[in-house]
């Protein structure tokens, strides 16, 4: 049983530019969030997509946003990259949105930016 | 506002001895609370969740973590520290929502 799955696992871009994460859940979760880590500190939330649209959002600009396919797998979308997006970009999976469904983590993207 | 402290950055311990991670939230309703284990340049594993049933609750690898209201607590435990063990440890309240609110951190060194 494949747990959760993203790609790629590691990406140099340069100021300004944009970038796309991909993200496929665990076998049966139909839930996905994703979450930024800035080196030495925890996750923070960006955003969660259940049935194909954005339910809640984090304290994100816009720049961020993303996409949930028919599948349940996700997208990320970054742009006009600064060079504070520097991170680990990590999606979690869940079945349904419930506050007592443990989410499963991917081993996440490695986003550098120069 | 829903959120928690770790209120320790590093623990150190030897193999064998006990382990001690603490937590402390804040909900103004009845929590979900999770741990979670990071090894180096890795995603996050699930250990143990509390979802208000039993106040001590077990997870993987002989961690253990008891739930105190009273307290607004909840520590994480293992008997007995293995060398493997060593990895970064995030305790975690759910929104009822199921967004998740991350600890800082608890960098836990184990020595042989």
Redesign the interface.
């Known amino acids: 049983d494949a747990g ?1 799955t ?1 790609s790629p696992t590691h990406l140099i871009k340069t100021r300004g530019q944009q970038v796309t994460l991909r993200c496929s859940p665990k076998s049966g979760h139909d ?1 996905v ?1 994703w ?1 930024q880590q800035a080196l030495g ?5 960006i955003f ?1 997509y259940y049935e194909e649209e954005e ?2 959002r ?1 304290n994100f600009p816009d720049r961020f946003s993303g996409h949930q396919f028919p599948n349940y797998s996700s997208e990320l979308n970054v742009n006009a990259l600064l060079l504070g997006d520097s991170a680990l970009y ?1 999606c ?1 999976s ?1 079945f ?13 993207t ?1 986003l550098s930016i120069l | 506002a829903q959120s928690v402290t770790q209120l320790d950055s590093h623990v150190s311990v030897s193999e064998g001895t006990p382990v001690l991670l603490r937590c402390n939230y804040s909900s103004s309703y009845s ?2 609370l ?1 741990w ?1 284990v990071q090894h180096p ?6 250990l143990l ?1 509390y ?2 049933a039993a106040t001590l609750v077990k997870g993987i690898n002989g961690f253990e973590a008891e739930f105190k209201k009273s307290e607004t607590s909840f520590h994480l435990t293992k008997p007995s520290a293995h060398m493997s063990d060593a990895a970064e440890y ?1 305790c975690v309240v ?12 608890t960098t836990l060194q184990v020595k042989p």
């Not at chain 1, 500190?41 to 939330?45: E, I, S, V």
């Open positions: 959760v993203q839930t969030s979450y500190q925890g996750p923070q939330f969660q339910r809640q984090g990590l979690a869940s349904s949105t419930g506050s007592n469904q443990p989410q499963h983590f991917g081993d996440g490695r | 929590p979900s999770f979670y340049n890795k995603g996050l594993q699930l969740k979802t208000s995030f759910s929104l009822y929502t199921g967004k998740l609110i991350f600890g800082q951190g």
